[in-house]
């Protein structure tokens, strides 16, 4: 069974039944930039959970995902995440599209799943990303707007991953060359075979792809997303 919830109107409150059901395997919510509370979750056989513009309060989502036991894919549309942490052991899929965290400066997500096999993130302003135990991931679709030097690690998160598209927007590009001379020892990308990498003017700066061409020594497909630089983007 499928709940879909969908409202325009401010001060909505979703009703706590619709957070226990036996029977549900797919609830899609899409409220007005609202706040869920639910005062408990049980939820035993909900394989895919779908946000749009939703208030995810701190604490909320820890609750959410500790009633789902059994969810395999979630899709965050939109959302203003004040909850620092995404943990599951049961996750397969999961797509943060164009959210924000509004709490904490800078903010931090914590992204821990280690049955996570494929990751779709287009970040604009989420603060820094941590990634922890995705031993599983196979597949990472990554979109900078914006990117925040201050963690180096989520590359070697990355590491095992046999496809990867990175594109990176022009100040997020400039953001990633501070990260690489943070990095004492770019992570290899033995099982890489697809990259997809790009979204700046290659003519000025080759660098990083240079790099996974040489920690990735069974790539098979290159694509190169080259863009041009406009006038006002020349420094």
Known sequence: MTAVIFTESY?????????????????????????????????????????KCIEIKDGVMEKLLSGLPSLEEMVLHDCILDSGCISSNTLKHLVPDGCHNETTYPPEILISIPSLASLEMNIRDMGILKFKR????????????????????????????????????????????????????????????????GGWCMIHDFNLVARFLLRAPNLKNLTLLHREVCQYEVL
């Not at 899409?30 to 869920?36: D, F, R, S, V, W």
């Open 134 to 197: 995705l031993e599983s991931l196979v597949k990472a679709h990554i979109h900078f707007e914006e990117f925040s030097d201050e963690e180096p690690l989520f590359l070697t998160a990355l590491s095992n991953v046999t496809s990867l598209e990175l594109v990176l927007s022009i100040s997020a590009q400039m953001d990633m060359k501070a990260l690489e001379r943070k990095i004492t020892g770019f992570p290899d990308f033995h099982n890489l075979k697809t990259l997809k990498i």
């Open 11 to 51: 001060n909505f409150q979703v009703p706590d039944s619709v957070f226990t059901s036996e029977s549900l395997h797919e609830l899609v919510f899409e409220l007005a930039y609202e706040a869920i509370s639910p005062r408990s979750v049980n939820l035993p056989r909900l394989k895919m959970l779908t946000f």
